[in-house]
């Protein structure tokens, strides 16, 4: 199989420009897969929309969610939380034949391949702490006495855990356990919005948002579960890094306000795999 295997997160179509963005985004041929990372918006009428558009020009869409897809945004007349609304955006994906973390994980055979492509669902669990704090509890106040607070904790409910950082538990065993029974013999793409390691959080302007970017249970799994690379968004600091000879990709659009800084023609899919081209 020819093609390129490309990836883009934090799309935020509530955006009148990133609406437009995502109009216009093709692939270059008929062999082209996408990958989706997460935060493709908030309503979930606005995350069918895009993903059905998206759809219907790569040969292969693969969705994993954002905390925006979770939130239950007293603007959207779909009023479900928690697991409830996660299992239903798994069912909208089912409908319009886009993957989700809860279908068989695809093979990616064209150039770079073969690898299994894992979209995951794993969220966070505050242990990505401020700085100088050692507890959940300790972390949050220095976030609300810096006032830098993610609005999850508004809307992005856990039912039915009692918190987000038992819902974090369930999901990264369930995912541990699948990881486990993939073919050892063939490289992975993990998949997240969350990042798997703590370290791409570091640029952040406050740190003391780390704690909403996931989970200190995920440290190591590029390497144990064989990652060619590891896509992920969430901090909108789009880049490329390395760690323990992984690559990691950084691949959110982002806001307006963010990529008007860097350009004026934003090109929001970044090559996972592609011939003579990575990044």
């Not at 990133?18 to 995350?47: K, T």
């Not at 798997?196 to 959080?201: G, I, K, S």
């Not at 440290?219 to 990691?248: C, K, N, S």
């Amino acid at each position: 199989m020819a093609g390129t295997l490309f990836a883009v997160s934090d799309l935020h179509v509530a955006h009148p420009e990133n609406r437009r963005i995502v109009e216009g985004i093709r692939p270059e041929s008929d062999e082209d897969w996408l990958i989706v990372a997460g935060d493709v918006g908030e309503i979930f009428e606005d995350v069918e929309w895009a993903l059905r558009q998206l759809r219907t020009r790569f040969r292969q869409v693969i969705w994993a969610p954002g905390n925006h897809e979770l939130w239950t945004h007293p603007q959207d007349p779909v009023t479900l939380r928690g697991d409830l609304r996660y299992r239903a955006l798994v069912q909208m994906c089912r409908d319009i034949g886009v993957l989700t973390p809860e279908d068989e994980y695809a093979q990616w055979d064209g150039f770079g391949g073969p690898v299994t492509v894992a979209p995951l669902f794993l969220l966070y669990d505050y242990t990505f702490r401020a700085p100088g704090t050692t507890t959940k509890e300790e972390s949050l106040k220095k976030a609300y006495e810096a006032g830098v607070v993610c609005a999850d904790e508004m809307l992005l409910h856990p039912d039915p855990y009692p918190d987000r950082e038992s819902w974090c538990a369930d999901r990264v065993a369930e995912t541990e356990r699948r990881l486990n029974a993939v073919d050892p013999a063939v490289p992975t793409v993990l998949v997240t919005h969350w990042p798997l390691d703590r370290r791409p959080t570091e640029p952040l302007w406050f740190p003391e948002f780390a704690q909403w970017c996931g989970t200190e249970r995920t440290a190591g799994w590029h390497t144990r579960f064989r990652a060619a690379v590891a896509v992920y968004g969430h901090l909108h600091i789009p880049r490329m890094t390395t760690y323990e000879g992984v690559r990691f990709e950084e691949v959110s659009l982002g806001y307006p306000r963010e990529w008007k800084r860097r350009t004026a023609d934003p090109q929001p899919l970044r090559r996972v795999f592609a011939p003579g081209k990575t990044g």
